[in-house]
């Protein structure tokens, strides 16, 4: 949607590499969602942030809400192939009643 | 695995013809959705339901319908396919009586328009 931008659109990184990527909303969030798709799958649920700075961890990826800036982030450590596919964020906006919107997606390709 | 089938998984289909797309949950959720997916738009919310035939529109329902009359199967249509309706289709549930929380979804529908 465009009420969610996410950044880069795409990346190719090496293995081992960190990296980062951006989701930031133009409306007011209620709560942020992060989601994998692996090509030709569904979404996988990854986290799910709710309160102004807060960060949370699974394995190598780590989210951070900024509530100031509107914006998460999603930062993944020494990057493997198996990080590989498309990330997207969702978020639940205030203006829209709490329904989930998502941004276009980043696509990730890992290269060993 | 959140116990949800869609069907069918793919689909190929002549512009004017009806098509209804399942989605089959095992656990009672409460909230469905139907999303789209297409390059460059991320996905969007076609229509969503919050009980059986308690329903309603997304951001992009246009040309699209929906039923629920069980808890278990919630029913996209298309009344005349179009070629703009070309996409990947996702069902999902969230896990949460408030809705729109922790969605999980199904595996998808690729629905070609010719």
């Known amino acids: 949607s465009q009420e969610l931008e996410q950044s880069p659109q795409s990346l190719i990184v090496q293995e081992g590499k960190n990296l980062t990527i951006n989701c930031t909303s133009s409306?007011?969030?209620?709560?942020l969602y992060w989601y994998k798709q692996k090509y030709g799958e569904g979404l996988i649920f990854l986290m799910m942030l709710q309160k102004g700075g807060e960060e949370k961890s699974h394995e190598k990826i780590t989210a951070k809400l900024d509530e100031k800036k509107q914006q998460s982030s999603l930062h993944i450590t020494a990057s493997q192939p198996s990080h590989a596919g498309i990330y997207l964020c969702?978020?639940?906006?205030?203006?829209?009643?709490?329904?989930?919107?998502f941004g276009a997606g980043t696509i990730l390709r890992v290269k060993s | 695995d959140a116990g949800i089938t869609q069907s069918p998984r793919h689909k190929v289909t002549e512009t004017g013809t009806p098509v209804t797309l399942r989605c089959h949950q095992t656990e009672n959720h409460r909230y469905m959705y139907w999303y789209r997916q297409d390059p460059g738009h991320g996905l969007r919310l076609i229509h969503y339901?919050?009980?059986?035939?308690?329903?309603d529109k997304g951001e992009v329902s246009d040309g699209y319908s929906v039923s629920r009359s069980k808890t278990e199967d919630f029913l996209l249509t298309l009344e005349s396919a179009t070629s703009s309706q070309t996409s990947v289709y996702f069902c999902?549930?969230?896990?949460?009586?408030?809705?729109?929380?922790?969605?999980?979804f199904g595996s998808g529908t690729q629905l070609s328009v010719l």
């Open positions: 339901s919050y009980g059986v035939k308690d329903t």
């Open positions: 999902a549930i969230s896990e949460s009586d408030r809705g729109f929380e922790k969605l999980f």
């Open positions: 409306k007011t969030l209620y709560g």
């Open positions: 969702g978020a639940t906006l205030m203006e829209y009643g709490n329904k989930l919107v």
